[in-house]
């Protein structure tokens, strides 16, 4: 199986900045498309940012685009969110996921998932 491990979160101000990476080991599928997801205590999942197999398309939730730029290495088996502009509503656990073939948006299409990795942002 595909095993995800997310890091780079911790607590930042307001405006600052942060950047995640999640890390892919095991069996690795070329044509994978990966995402981001956050979650907030109370909330539903939420999408983030996802990005296509060839890292040619990319695709942003209103509430992040022009502030959060996702990005992948296929070569290093790793995709990053770099997070800019950080706002408290950002505030959430980040997961990572991977499924097979096109990309898309809601979560319950994504088969693997990493265990998540804290962002806190303090006004």
């Known amino acids: 199986q595909v095993q995800l491990v997310e890091s780079g979160g911790g607590l930042v101000q307001a405006g600052g900045s942060l950047r995640l990476s999640c890390a892919a080991s095991?069996?690795?599928?070329?044509?994978?498309?990966m995402g981001w997801f956050r979650q907030a205590p109370g909330k539903e999942r939420e999408f983030v940012a996802a990005?296509?197999?060839?890292?040619?398309?990319?695709y942003y939730a209103d509430s992040v685009k022009s502030r959060f730029t996702i990005a992948r290495d296929n070569a290093k088996n790793t995709v990053l969110l770099q997070m800019n502009s950080l706002k408290p509503e950002d505030t959430a656990v980040y997961y990572c996921?991977?499924?097979?073939?096109?990309?898309?948006?809601?979560?319950?299409?994504?088969?693997?998932w990493g265990q998540g990795t804290q962002v806190t942002v303090s006004s």
């Open positions: 996921a991977a499924k097979e073939g096109a990309t898309k948006t809601a979560s319950t299409w994504y088969n693997y």
């Open positions: 095991g069996r690795t599928v070329s044509s994978y498309s």
């Open positions: 990005i296509n197999w060839s890292g040619g398309a990319l």
